[in-house]
């Protein structure tokens, strides 16, 4: 009986599992295919040689402790969570800020201006976007051209230590924060406007109705976000970071994404490099769980 209402099911919706295959196809090659590769973290790994078979040095556990007792471990730790926290605090809750302004604009033509403009600097490199940033805060860059005008030196804000985090949160921001809002905005588009002309009867204003229908309406697209947000707080945007950061700011800039690209790409220790990721993974696993567990018992949203 489970089975013929599983059949009907699946030829109900042959049609939206037939659009879910290609993605599938790739996450199952780009994503759970190269996990085989992690038995390298447990060995000691030779470029060219098997991953399992005759001739491989196993060493267990030795370069996670390698990584945890290096002097370096939790100064990538602090970095990583600074940063991310900074991240989380300001580009997690602009793009609902965002979206939400955008919102109480009714002149339409502005509105989608106002979108578009917020939209195009996600389009634009990293790369490109760091050269920008760092032309700006160059010794005779714009930004600091300006910030002389209240009386600060003029200075390359790139080589200053704790200049880096403000950089580094408010280009992220920049970047990101108008693409990060369609979301939000599209749901917001979806409540159903009979709730507001109710409000508006009740004499409820603006603020009243942001806070009592549109609010509760994207909660569940929040607390999902909020969920994937915690989980990646390891994760920072390493590629930004490569760019921006300087030996001179290692201190406050260097994070676990920079250290494995250094030892790993660049110095060719794929093992050890290999234990440090995994266990950044596994970290961000527990995380995410424990977020998920919270926003169940708290909303009753969650990923699962």
């Not at 100064?75 to 600074?82: H, Q």
């Not at 609902?96 to 389009?123: C, E």
Request: with cysteine; hydrophobic share 50%; net charge positive.
């Amino acid at each position: 009986m489970k089975g013929a209402i599983r059949r009907e099911q699946i030829k109900e919706n042959i049609q939206i599992y037939s659009l879910m295959l290609p993605v599938l196809i790739l996450l199952f090659i780009f994503c759970y295919i190269p996990m085989y590769g992690i038995a390298i973290a447990f060995q000691n790994y030779i470029p060219g040689s098997p991953f399992i078979g005759p001739g491989v040095e196993w060493v267990g556990l030795r370069y996670f402790i390698r990584f945890v007792q290096g002097e370096y471990f939790w100064r990538l730790i602090r970095n990583t969570l600074v940063l991310s926290g900074l991240n989380l605090l300001f580009g997690f809750t602009l793009p609902i800020l965002f979206a939400l302004l955008l919102d109480q604009i009714r002149v339409l033509n502005f509105r989608k201006f106002v979108q578009t403009a917020s939209y195009m600097p996600y389009f634009i490199s990293t790369v490109i976007v760091a050269g920008m940033v760092i032309s700006f805060i160059d010794t005779n860059g714009i930004i600091t051209n300006f910030l002389t005008l209240f009386g600060l030196e003029p200075m390359n804000y790139r080589l200053s230590k704790a200049a880096f985090p403000a950089i580094y949160t408010i280009t992220n921001i920049w970047k990101g924060f108008g693409f990060g809002s369609i979301l939000y905005f599209a749901t917001i588009t979806s409540i159903d406007p009979g709730l507001y002309e109710s409000a508006k009867i009740d004499g409820a204003n603006r603020l009243q109705q942001v806070i009592h229908i549109t609010l509760p309406g994207i909660q569940r697209i929040i607390a999902i976000n909020l969920i994937m947000a915690i989980g990646g707080i390891l994760g920072t945007n390493t590629d930004l970071i490569l760019l921006l950061y300087h030996s001179a700011t290692y201190e406050v800039a260097d994070v676990i994404g920079t250290y494995v690209y250094r030892l790993g790409i660049e110095g060719g220790e794929f093992s050890y490099t290999t234990a440090v990721g995994l266990f950044m993974s596994v970290i961000g696993f527990i995380l995410t769980f424990s977020a998920n567990k919270i926003s169940n018992k708290l909303t009753d949203y969650g990923l699962w």
